[in-house]
């Protein structure tokens, strides 16, 4: 027989015979049992630079009613994990320990991925994770590249600085109104009321501009258009105006509007300095007048704006006009007067 083929034939042999021997092995490895449960902690998505926060691990039992054990991880800022409770209940240190983990985040703009794994002997271990993000408000901290200096025209409203432009025959705010009278920021993080501004409903956003300002009207929003240099005047679609009213901004070094051909380059040229910031369903308002339930959508994709017009012959429903990263327009579109969560831009006649 040839050599190369009896050599052959050995090793296809013992191959054979590894498989069936590891899948042997396999069908008698024991499987673990779970803990019951799902394992959870809160971590708030936006805190500040340097913020120090306390969370604890909850949701599992131990199906034997013994200890569960925890250790914790941030990435990327810690090199190793950080075991905050053994088996025992104790910490290592030999103290009782609910497994809670306190850390205090680095100073500077970032996504932190916080991880709580949990084990116990015999058991399938499980893990859980949230992501939090630092952001710094103001001109030049998270949100920077927006065209807006700090030399230019504003006005301080509740200690947040509010820049406006004379566009036209009228002066608009710059940066998205943030004050605490209603509404709810963005990811239901108060820091980022003076990042993105906040998103407020229908009434709330008729009385939220300051003394002397108002709320635009859609005469407002059409001299805009016009101001801005818009290619026709039509009511539902103001058309080639987006480039000069979006600003080229980022949001901690990401670029928020992405380049589309049909857009083209944003110039920002009217001052108008839009971020897509995104809308928010802000589901039911609580008694202290927050709603905790609100969820945030089309960041990144869409700058959405309440007009003061409410929709003829449709109660509970008003106009607000938007922006979308991947259209040239700025369009026109009902929302609902209660839930819908937009944002604000407060308007007057020149001074």
């Known amino acids: 027989m040839n050599i190369r083929r009896l050599t052959s034939m050995i090793i296809i042999a013992a191959s054979a015979l590894a498989a069936l021997s590891c899948k042997k092995e396999e069908e008698e490895a024991e499987v673990l049992p779970s803990l019951e449960g799902n394992l959870s902690f809160h ?21 034997e009613d013994k200890g569960i054990g925890f250790y914790w991880k941030v990435t990327p800022a810690m090199t190793s994990s950080d075991t905050t409770r053994l088996e025992n209940g104790l910490s290592p240190e030999g103290e009782e320990s609910d497994g809670s983990f306190t850390y205090t985040f680095p100073d500077s703009l970032a996504v932190y991925t916080v991880t709580c794994y949990a084990f116990a002997e015999d058991y399938t271990g499980t893990s859980s994770s949230r992501y939090v993000t630092t952001v710094k408000p103001g001109l030049e901290g998270s949100l920077t590249s927006t065209g807006i200096r ?27 109104l943030g004050v605490r009278k209603g509404g709810a920021p963005y990811g239901n993080a108060d820091i980022m009321s003076d990042v993105f501004g906040r998103f407020y409903n229908h009434e709330d956003a008729m009385a939220a ?7 635009p009207t859609e005469e407002d929003w059409l001299a805009l258009g016009k101001a801005a240099g818009a290619e026709s005047e039509k009511y539902e679609v103001i058309e080639g105006v987006a480039a000069r009213l979006m600003a080229d901004a980022k949001f901690n070094g990401v670029t928020m509007w992405d ?20 809308y928010l369903n802000l589901g039911t308002r609580n008694e202290t007048g927050e709603y905790p339930e609100s969820s945030s959508y089309g960041v990144y994709e869409y700058a959405a704006f309440w007009t003061a017009d409410s929709v003829e012959g449709e109660e509970g429903m008003a106009y607000y006009r938007y922006m979308m990263a991947t259209q040239p327009d700025l369009f026109i579109s009902k929302g609902d007067k209660a839930n819908f969560g937009a944002s604000v831009r407060c308007v007057r006649d020149a001074q």
């Open 209 to 215: 501009c300051p003394e002397g300002w108002r709320l």
């Open 259 to 278: 380049y589309w051909p049909a857009v083209g380059t944003i110039t920002n040229e009217s001052g108008f300095s839009a971020i897509p910031a995104g």
């Open 150 to 176: 700090p030399s230019d025209a504003h006005i301080t409203v509740d200690g947040q600085d509010y820049y406006y432009a004379k566009i036209g025959n009228l002066e608009w705010f710059r940066n998205n």
């Open 43 to 63: 971590a708030p998505q936006f805190i500040e630079p340097g913020q120090t926060l306390t969370m604890t691990p909850k949701g599992l039992v131990h199906p």
